[in-house]
């Protein structure tokens, strides 16, 4: 089904107002973010409450960053479509230097020490999720840097080689049950002026030509595409749908991860695990037993094992997320009546206001049934992706059973863990 045939759809995406009013919307939403949290930094006192109490640090980490993922699971890359980066990004390669990216952004691990410096670094120590000034930092320090690198390179240089969010939300796009894609292909091999990713649109406000190094015409799956709609917009003949289809068809194409790839979905793991040590023992020790069992075809039983970590690893970041809501559920209230915090979270720290979790049982129930259903939906997804993808078509018998095993490993460690 192709979801531009509603009508209220169509007059959206193919607006001139869209995506650009939702993303400057975005960029003010930031603003007031920021405004929200500059003023709170770090007091001994009320450290361990602040970052539920603050209403920034709640909106930010306990509301968008759940429903982004549950959002990219149904629809794809939606976010990055709205998101102010972008458009930051752009309007700065539009009066910039224009040059290529050199190699060392091309290769990935850009983003993957990023990642690695915002949960470690950011994170652990400068207290990221925990002090609202560090959050205010962080996001007038990503604006500034999408910005700066759209002075210097071409094209979306933040959003394809800079943003680790969309390298995160690329490869959970896989599961989504929609795809962007050319409606017709025998209409662009007969164009003549190829308008989508003609380097004369390239730099347009409005109906440019695509800056994520693919070609609207033959997107091969779901990861790298922003859902921008501007090549539909370029388009003369509008030849483009975004449709319906069955979750998780991306995983039976021969998807390849690139190493810095594999590097992020490891940190992941171990975030969401909130166990360094189980991301040995249920991640690299099966990895290593499978990779032993498949010497000949090492490369892509590595390949294999990696994509079809990204189902169980997407569906544990979710459930992660949704824990945090229902823990801060009595949280939301107070903080709308103070939304800087400092005041509610003196008050719990002198015990004249106390935080009553009881009521939460019930949503923790479903929760946990929840779980269940969702990691006995994945595991059987996994085993047939396993049994009929042409990821493991090079891969024997004997190393398709120990990838079975190891993701019925991996997933059980997820499921004890929340």
């Known amino acids: 089904m192709n979801l531009l045939k509603i009508k209220p759809v169509w007059i959206i995406v193919k607006s001139k107002y869209y995506p650009i009013v939702p ?10 973010l920021f405004i929200g949290s500059i003023g709170v930094g770090y007091e001994s006192k009320i450290a361990p409450y602040i970052a539920n109490t603050n209403l920034a640090n709640q909106i930010v980490w306990n509301i968008w960053w759940p429903f982004t993922l549950v959002i990219v699971a149904i629809a794809g890359r939606l976010w990055c479509s ?4 972008e458009l930051v990004n752009s309007l700065g390669s539009m009066i910039g230097l224009k040059k290529k990216a050199p190699r060392v952004l091309k290769s990935g691990w850009v983003i993957t020490l990023l990642f690695a410096f915002i949960l470690f670094g950011a994170g652990k120590y400068l207290g990221l999720q925990a002090v609202p000034r560090t959050l205010a930092i962080y996001l007038a320090s990503i604006v500034s840097l999408s910005f700066i690198l759209g002075l ?6 933040f959003c394809s080689y800079v943003c680790p969010l969309g390298s995160i939300l690329g490869m959970y796009s896989y599961i989504a049950g929609t795809e962007w894609r050319a409606d017709d292909t025998t209409i662009y091999k007969e164009c003549k002026t190829k308008d989508c990713v003609a380097k004369r649109n390239r730099y347009k406000l409005v109906g440019h030509s695509c800056t994520s190094n693919i070609n609207p015409a033959s997107i091969p799956d779901n990861r790298e595409c922003l859902l921008c709609t501007h090549c539909l917009k370029a388009c003369p003949s509008t030849n483009f749908r975004f449709s319906l289809r069955l979750p998780f068809t991306d995983f039976f194409k021969n998807i390849k991860l690139t190493p810095a790839e594999m590097g992020i979905l490891m940190l992941i793991i171990g975030f969401v695990n909130n166990n360094w040590h ?13 990779l032993l069992v498949s010497w000949k075809s090492l490369l892509p039983m590595l390949n294999a094992f990696m994509v079809l970590l990204i189902p169980t690893t997407a569906a544990a970041h979710m459930l992660h997320a949704f824990r945090g809501i229902i823990w801060n559920w009595p949280f939301y209230k107070l903080n709308f009546q103070d939304p800087l915090g400092v005041s509610t979270a003196t008050m719990l720290a002198e015990k004249s206001l106390h935080i009553d979790h009881s009521k939460l049982e019930p949503a923790y129930r479903l929760l946990g049934t929840t779980t269940g259903l969702l990691y006995g939906a994945v595991f059987a997804v996994s085993v047939v992706i396993i049994l009929k993808s042409p990821l493991t078509e090079n891969i024997n018998r004997t190393g398709k059973l ?15 863990k929340i």
């Open 23 to 32: 993303q400057l919307i975005n960029l003010s939403v930031f603003v007031v």
């Open 82 to 85: 709205v998101c102010p980066l």
């Open 152 to 157: 210097i390179y071409e094209k979306r240089s």
């Open 278 to 290: 189980a991301l040995v023992v249920f991640t690299l020790v099966p990895l290593l037993l499978c």
């Open 402 to 416: 120990l990838l079975i095993l190891s993701m019925a490993s991996y997933i059980a460690s997820f499921y004890i």
